[in-house]
């Protein structure tokens, strides 16, 4: 073990009390992003709900018998339109990845829809949205080449890989990986590493508790924080809880207990490059309060329209008492872009993108007030 693996451990699994840990990571996390917590207003656009693979936990897919399809461009711009209305400034693409190497009913689809892979849709679609409203696309549509991100920089400023786990057991027989070839950790550090050669900021994370062992997490928080460590397009972490949801193979699966999940939000932060915004989703923590002052400063997309796709059974928390909570910790809950300010450059966006970007911001790179902001 290397003297920071070492140190991960101590942190997350030693004595030091849980409080104390949290004082620790929440100071820094005063010092680089103050006393502010920010969300990013959005709508989530799932363009489609076919994919290669079908991970032990995932709910969001669908196979062509179950209802898997894609939007059509109408209800692309119906949800665009709704989120536009509402004041949103992130169009969140979330969707399959390239089901058309597996169904041919999704080579149909795209055919029908006058294209020929999901790649050319979600551009043409994001294009669209990116160019008829105020909305910016935020692009998760799984690996993506260096030729792919040169196209998705053109019409949105920034993309989504979760890396989810480094664990190589969980592509194991019974695993919550077992058969997706696109979970293959290299596969998605190489998307990673093509987003940082074409500079597309990127968010990823962990998804936490998919894994069975107290190594296993050591070794991912770890080698995640080596990753943020080299790779400069990462701006945002996420660290998801797992959720077990009913008709998966995972359904009874544990869950993380509050305490181990604190605990390990605050050693991110505490090794995390100070820059990089660490994000806990507010729909999926069991009590959001226990994490204001855990080191994390970001609660992610929240949605005045649309549901959470990929956890449909977690609603979004109500914007207004989630404010006054956060208050009562003596910090403020503001809105940001799915791009965060220190990335809001001509080096990392753009022209196009730069200038619509640059259109809606402050001095300090978060949106100017707004309606929904206020
Ligand atoms: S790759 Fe993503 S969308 Fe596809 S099955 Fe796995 S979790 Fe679901």
Redesign the pocket.
């Known amino acids: 073990m290397s003297t920071l693996d070492k140190k991960i451990e101590n942190y997350i699994f030693g004595n030091i009390p849980t409080s104390e840990l949290l004082d620790k990571a929440y100071d820094i996390k005063v010092q680089n992003f103050g006393k502010t917590i920010t969300y990013s207003p959005k709508v989530f656009i799932p363009l489609t709900t076919l994919?290669?693979?079908?991970?032990a936990?995932?709910t969001?897919?669908k196979t062509p018998k179950d209802g898997g399809t894609y939007l059509t461009f109408e209800e692309v711009d119906a949800i665009a339109n709704v989120g536009d209305k509402s004041g949103c400034f992130e169009a969140l693409f979330t969707?399959?990845?390239k089901p058309e190497i597996k169904w041919s009913f999704a080579k149909e689809e795209l055919e029908r829809l006058g294209f020929s892979t999901t790649f050319d849709y979600l551009i043409e679609n994001a294009k669209r949205v990116n160019e008829k409203y105020h909305l910016f696309p935020h692009i998760n549509p799984?690996l993506m080449s260096r030729k792919e991100i040169k196209e998705y920089r053109q019409h949105s400023p920034s993309g989504g890989l979760m890396l989810e786990s480094f664990s190589k057991n969980l592509s194991q027989k019974g695993k919550a990986?077992y058969g997706?070839k696109?979970?293959d950790i290299n596969l998605r550090l190489e998307t990673l590493e093509n987003a940082m050669s074409e500079k597309y900021p990127m968010t990823t994370g962990l998804l936490l508790g998919i894994t069975d062992t107290k190594n296993e997490i050591i070794q991912d928080i770890y080698q995640l924080i080596q990753t943020c460590k080299i790779n400069t397009s990462i701006q945002e972490v996420i660290l998801q809880n797992f959720r077990a949801k009913q008709n998966t193979l995972m359904k009874n699966h544990s869950e993380i207990v509050n305490d181990l999940f604190m605990r390990i939000i605050a050693t991110t932060r505490l090794f995390l490059p100070n820059h990089i915004s660490l994000q806990i989703p507010p729909n999926l923590a069991s009590n959001i309060e226990l994490f204001l002052k855990s080191g994390i400063n970001d609660l992610g997309g929240i949605s005045p329209k649309t549901i959470d796709w990929?956890n449909p059974d977690h609603n979004w928390p109500n914007l207004i008492e989630l404010k006054n909570v956060i208050k009562q910790t003596d910090q403020n809950l503001i809105p940001r872009l799915p791009v965060y300010p220190s990335y809001i450059n001509k080096d990392w966006l753009s022209p196009s993108i730069y200038e619509k970007v640059s259109s809606v911001v402050n001095e300090n790179g978060y949106p100017k007030e707004h309606e929904f902001t206020k």
């Open positions: 994919c290669q693979d079908a991970c936990y995932c969001f897919v969707l399959g990845d799984g990986h997706a696109t979970k990929v």
